[in-house]
Every structure is written in structure tokens, then in C-alpha cells.
């Protein structure tokens, strides 16, 4: 069996629009690489991190360290692992960044150690990184890029993760404002309670999405991707937001929203050509700002984390 493994941690997008919370999918061009190694001292021990992002080397301290440990502890291996990291998807940029550290440290023990745990048992470990850095325990970033595709989070407790299919000529854009929005901030500025208006709305499009991807309905895609309750609040948070999605719009988007708390934004197109007139029609809308940005196109990620 291998003592050293790299994998590729991919990207996700949360929330999809209205799936507050337990609605995500996988992206394929964007995402981080790690390499997991077994070692004879015990513990968890991150040696490496590239990118520049100010992480710390502490395992109590780092995502991909906390929800390793979390197996680590669980588990109890007579062995311990060292967790080398290069990280390629900003912190804070909404488009999973801590999901991929989580994820890839405890997939890559589990390839190691001869996938003792399922994919839901990787994503209750995974969560527990997560909430290091949201503040509070959610999978719907986790489990896409555990199991690929998109994916419903029926449960935290106990945890059930449903597989939702992806229509074949599905695509993502991105655009990701060079700001911070916290998802502790973006989370707290959130109503506590909602009208029972906006909550009918909200389920009545769910479920409708979630009929359309099973169906590859994208006219129905279009008509569902609407959220009442969580992107009139966030949408404050992200400048330009409401032009860069009337324009997308406008170009042939089917919809879309903030991606996980922003300050991304996404959006879903049938067939490649339209995500990147989608693409160009976010990027005349950015140009114009003075703020940095960057843009991906990616068709949607069936498989999630593998080993390169």
C-alpha cells in the first residue's frame, strides 16, 4: 500500500440559489492539490503550504487539520500523517475554499489507510474543519466535493447526503470579486425568522430545481433559480451583484446567485457557448469597477475529490 497520495480538492458552489444550506455542486477547473503521507510519528502534522494565503501550520488551528483530526481521533492508526498543502482557491472567496482543505485531508488518509469510512463518514469528519472556519457546522459546501455532482444535504444530525443528478450540458460560471465577505458576517446578517410567503416560494422553487436536474429540465432550471429569503440580504454585501446577474441574464444565463456566502457569484448556462458569453458579459460589467476579479467556467464536476 502507498504511503504518499495527491489529490485534487475541488471547488464548489453552496446555497444554489434556493437551496439555503443544503443545496451544493462540484466544480472541475478550479480547485486545491494536497499530498497526504503516512508517517511513523503519530499525530497530524502540516509541513507545507503554498499559495499566499496566511495559514497557519498548526493542525488545532488549520481546516485541513482540524477535520483530519477528527478522523485521526476516531479512528486512533498506528501511524500518524504529515499534510502538505497548495492552496489554490483564495480563502473567503465563496467557492469553498475551507471544504477543499477539509475534504482533501481525510479523503486522502482514507485512500491510505484502505477507505475504512464511506463518503458520509468523510463529510461528518470533514464538517468539523468547516466549522473552524464558518463558525458553525454545514456540509452543503462538503459533501459536492466529497461525492461530485450536486448534492442535498438531508440531514445534519444524524447526517444523510443525498446524490442529485446533473443534466449533461450544464454549465457554471463564476466571477470572483478580489474582496472579503466573512461567512461568519454574511451568516449573522441574516433575518432569524421569514414570512410564511417567502417560505412557500422558497421550498416551491427547491423543489422544483431539484425535479429539474433529475428531469435535465433547464427551462424549469431557469424558473427555479430564485431565492426570496437569503440573496436580498447578501446581495448588499457584493458590489455590482444586481448588474453583473441582469447582464449574465441577458446573454442567455438560465440563473443564479451567491455563491456559499459570496462574494462570488454564479451562474448556470446549458452548453458551453453560453457560459462564456455569460462569462464575457460579467467580465464587462467587472472591467469597469477598478476591482480585481477572476472568472471560471466549468462544466459540472461528477466525480469530486480524486487522486492525481
Not at 451583484?241 to 451562474?267: D, H, M, Q, R
Request: charged share 20%; aromatic share 8%; with cysteine.
Amino acid at each position: 500500500m502507498n504511503n504518499e497520495i495527491k489529490i485534487f480538492s475541488p471547488a464548489t458552489v453552496a446555497n444554489v440559489a434556493c437551496g439555503f444550506d443544503v443545496l451544493g455542486f462540484c466544480l472541475d477547473s478550479v480547485g486545491d492539490e494536497m499530498v497526504i503521507r503516512k508517517t511513523d510519528k503519530r499525530g497530524i502534522y502540516i509541513t507545507k503550504i503554498e499559495g499566499d494565503f496566511d495559514l497557519p501550520y498548526e493542525a488545532e488551528l488549520n481546516v485541513a487539520g482540524v477535520s483530519a483530526l477528527a478522523m485521526y481521533n476516531a479512528l486512533k492508526p498506528d501511524c500518524g500523517f504529515e499534510i502538505e498543502i497548495n492552496k489554490k482557491i483564495k480563502p473567503g472567496s465563496g467557492i469553498g475554499s475551507s471544504a477543499a482543505s477539509a475534504v482533501g485531508s481525510v479523503f486522502g488518509m482514507n485512500e491510505l489507510l484502505g477507505r475504512p469510512y464511506t463518503k458520509t463518514q468523510l463529510t461528518a469528519f470533514a464538517v468539523k474543519g468547516e466549522a473552524l472556519a464558518s463558525k458553525c457546522e454545514h456540509a452543503d459546501n462538503l459533501a459536492p466535493a466529497l461525492f461530485g455532482g450536486f448534492t442535498l444535504v438531508k440531514s445534519m444530525m444524524p447526517l444523510e447526503i443525498l446524490e442529485i443528478p446533473s443534466p449533461d450540458d450544464l454549465y457554471a460560471t463564476i466571477i470572483h470579486p478580489q474582496i472579503e465577505v466573512k461567512t461568519s458576517e454574511a451568516r449573522a446578517i441574516l433575518p432569524k425568522e421569514v414570512s410564511l410567503t417567502n417560505a412557500i416560494t422558497q421550498w416551491a422553487n427547491f423543489g422544483s430545481l431539484i425535479h429539474a436536474l433529475h428531469t435535465s429540465d433547464y427551462s424549469l432550471i431557469q424558473k427555479s433559480l430564485h431565492d426570496v429569503i437569503v440573496e436580498p440580504y447578501r446581495s448588499k454585501l457584493i458590489p455590482y451583484y444586481n448588474e453583473v446577474k441582469t447582464e449574465a441574464l441577458k446573454v442567455g444565463a438560465l440563473g443564479g446567485g451567491i455563491s456559499g456566502s459570496g462574494p462570488s457569484i454564479f451562474t448556470l448556462s446549458k452548453g458551453i457557448e453560453s457560459a462564456t458569453k455569460v462569462a464575457s458579459s460579467m467580465k464587462s460589467v467587472y472591467s469597469k469597477t477598478g476591482i480585481a476579479f477572476d472568472i471560471h467556467i466549468s462544466k459540472i464536476n461528477t466525480e469530486g475529490v480524486k487522486v492525481l
